[in-house]
């Protein structure tokens, strides 16, 4: 079963960075949402977090020309692959610096150091240094990277792919998915309060890729991928809501009920 003392968090792309505008971090953004995860963790002794971060502005832009998720063979494609290794990296260390600031002791692990995949689908990603991170009480940090892949020979891993290879092996309680979105949108664009894998067919309609650049997907395979993970961790919640409101990351983390946002269960879930 699902452990309530550990919870995954991503910072998304859209939400830390400016996705219409290359290369541009949203720095005070970062910072007050680090202060606010510091005091959930302040406040709920004993909670452990998995965090992570989009690449935004940085790594889609880098990856788009180059058609890195699907695939690296030529020399200019590996030379993309390179670019695209520097982009996320680049972010990766400015979210780092802010957040340590912010009074967080995150220690960033590069998913590309240790991450195997086989067309497209990770096989093998090294556990070890994110258990000892969170047995120590550090907060280990993962970021959307490049990765070898025994098929593609290259590609992209999402922040969201690495939450689904390590979901099964840690069973967090919460997987909170915090972006720019209020959540998941209807044909209305009202937020759809609840999804669970029977109801999620009528849904599918409703989902679109990206409007900007996002080399991941969007939030189609998003939640797509989740509504496949609670199916496999029973009594796992994932929730898709808005970082944008003071406040409500802090919120996600402190556990209960929330009042926005989308949540995504199995047929066993407790929303």
Not at 102 to 115: D, E, I, K, M, Y
Not at 157 to 168: C, G, I, K, N, Q
Request: with cysteine; hydrophobic share 40%; aromatic share 6%.
């Amino acid at each position: 079963m699902a452990s309530e003392d550990l919870v995954f968090l991503k910072l998304g792309g859209s939400l830390i960075t400016d996705k219409a505008r290359p290369y541009t971090h949203r720095p005070d953004l970062i910072r007050r949402l680090g202060e606010e995860i510091r005091q959930a963790l302040d406040g709920r002794p004993g909670l452990r977090l998995l965090l992570g971060h989009g690449s935004g502005s940085f790594g889609h832009q880098a990856a788009a020309p180059y058609g890195t998720r699907d695939g690296v063979r030529t020399p200019r494609e590996w030379r993309g692959f390179a670019e695209v290794a520097g982009a996320a990296a680049r972010l990766n260390v400015l979210v780092t610096d802010l957040l340590l600031e912010a009074g967080l002791p995150v220690v960033s692990l590069s998913p590309r150091a240790s991450v195997r995949c086989r067309d497209g689908a990770i096989v093998r990603l090294a556990v070890e240094p994110i258990q000892e991170a969170l047995r120590h009480g550090l907060v280990p940090l993962v970021y959307g990277d490049v990765a070898w892949d025994e098929v593609r020979g290259g590609t992209i891993v999402s922040t969201e792919d690495l939450f689904v290879y390590l979901a099964p092996l840690l069973r967090p309680g919460r997987i909170l998915l915090a972006g720019a979105a209020p959540g998941v949108l209807d044909d209305r664009r009202n937020v759809i309060p609840r999804i669970t894998p029977p109801s999620f067919p009528k849904v599918r309609r409703f989902l679109r890729g990206a409007y900007t650049t996002d080399v991941t997907g969007g939030m189609a395979d998003k939640v797509a991928q989740m509504v496949r993970l609670v199916e496999r961790v029973p009594g796992l919640e994932v929730y898709i809501f808005s970082g944008r409101e003071r406040g409500r990351v802090r919120q996600a983390m402190e556990g209960g009920s929330l009042g926005f946002g989308t949540c995504i269960l199995g047929a066993e879930g407790r929303a």
